[in-house]
T-cell receptor, first 113, second 112 residues
Framework: GAGVSQTPSNKVTEKGKYVELRCDPI?????LYWYRQSLGQGPEFLIY????????DSGLPNDRFFAVRPEGSVSTLKIQRTERGDSAVYLC???????????FGPGTRLLVL | GDSVTQMEGPVTLSEEAFLTINCTYT??????LFWYVQYPGEGLQLLLK?????DKGSNKGFEATYRKETTSFHLEKGSVQVSDSAVYFC???????????FGKGTRLHILP
């Protein structure tokens, strides 16, 4: 079956603009995670959904970052008033309920100029 | 807090050489341990995992053994190939909230 997909694959924006990043998890996976991977670093946790609700958003760096998953499938990560420091690869992963193995998408590379 | 430390890269080896990428962890309790791989232009893929002490994870010729006494999970392969060139991430699953904590990654270059 299809894996986790993310769109766009690349996004270039200007400082201060608003961006939305989309994640389409594997069908049937109830858990969805967002991570941010800065250059030369490992992925860092941002937020976790179980179904439609954000079960844990403790990794979001500040209130400019927000994510939704209104129907328990596709998720959108939203970044307001982007800053150059937001430039990174944003990764999405999904997993089945009760299983710890997460399956990652290819990521969205965000560049804020 | 929980953390993962892995050897810094890049690591450059010739084809058929023996590979070791060191990984140690700090954690409360006994987390599951993972190695993920990121091939050029692709997403992170789970390479192997081990869920308890002395377990050995293996896949594609790679192996890693969960060593509780040394809090380590070193990745090994007996004979690397050019196609193994990638970035390798050691990670743990934090018990209290199921979050995955990643190391910084080790870039591996295999020369033909």
């Amino acid at each position: 079956g299809a894996g986790v997909s993310q769109t766009p694959s690349n996004k270039v924006t200007e400082k201060g603009k608003y961006v939305e990043l989309r994640c389409d998890p594997i069908s049937g996976h109830t858990a969805l995670y967002w991570y941010r991977q800065s250059l030369g670093q490992g992925p860092e946790f941002l937020i976790y959904f179980q179904g439609t609700g954000a079960a844990d958003d403790s990794g979001l760096p500040n209130d400019r970052f927000f994510a939704v998953r209104p129907e328990g499938s596709v998720s959108t990560l939203k970044i307001q008033r982007t800053e150059r420091g937001d430039s990174a690869v944003y990764l999405c992963a999904s997993s089945r309920l009760g299983q710890e193995t997460q399956y990652f998408g290819p990521g969205t590379r965000l560049l804020v100029l | 807090g929980d953390s993962v430390t892995q050897m810094e890269g890049p690591v450059t080896l010739s084809e058929e050489a023996f590979l070791t990428i060191n990984c140690t962890y700090t954690a409360t309790g006994y987390p599951s341990l993972f190695w993920y791989v990121q091939y050029p232009g692709e997403g992170l893929q789970l390479l192997l995992k081990a869920t308890k002490a002395d377990d050995k994870g293996s896949n594609k010729g790679f192996e890693a053994t969960y060593r509780k006494e040394t809090t380590s999970f070193h990745l090994e392969k007996g004979s690397v190939q050019v196609s193994d060139s990638a970035v390798y991430f050691c990670a743990l699953n934090r018990i209290r909230d199921d979050k995955i904590i990643f190391g910084k990654g080790t870039r591996l270059h295999i020369l033909p």
